[in-house]
């Protein structure tokens, strides 16, 4: 089972192992399709500038490697583990 966007997120936010700045959420634009933004200014609270639906979120890579983490419909999760 693929673990959700939401977990990864916060795992690379709160878990001292990760540095949180290394990595982006791609996610879809209603308007001008796949987007990137830093997970560090990523937030889930719906009133940020900065907040992007869970549903948006299509992948999370690596800034300094480029790899794919976490992309959900490749079921890639090399953060906890899961996906196929």
Same mark, same amino acid.
């Given at each position: 089972?693929?673990?959700?966007?939401?977990?990864?997120?916060?795992?690379?936010?709160?878990?001292?192992?990760?540095?949180?700045?290394?990595?982006?959420?791609?996610?879809?634009?209603?308007?001008?399709?796949?987007?990137?933004?830093?997970?560090?200014?990523?937030?889930?609270?719906?009133?940020?500038?900065?907040?992007?639906?869970? @549903? *948006?979120?299509?992948? =999370?890579?690596?800034? %300094?490697? &480029?790899?794919?983490?976490? @992309? *959900?419909?490749?079921? =890639?999760?090399?953060? %906890?583990? &899961?996906?196929?």
């Amino acid at each position: 089972k693929l673990t959700p966007a939401s977990a990864i997120l916060n795992r690379l936010k709160w878990d001292s192992a990760f540095d949180v700045s290394d990595y982006n959420v791609v996610y879809e634009d209603r308007h001008d399709g796949l987007m990137e933004i830093g997970v560090d200014l990523w937030t889930m609270e719906s009133t940020e500038e900065h907040f992007i639906p869970m @549903h *948006r979120i299509r992948s =999370i890579k690596r800034k %300094s490697t &480029g790899q794919t983490v976490w @992309h *959900r419909e490749e079921r =890639i999760d090399l953060i %906890s583990g &899961g996906g196929s």
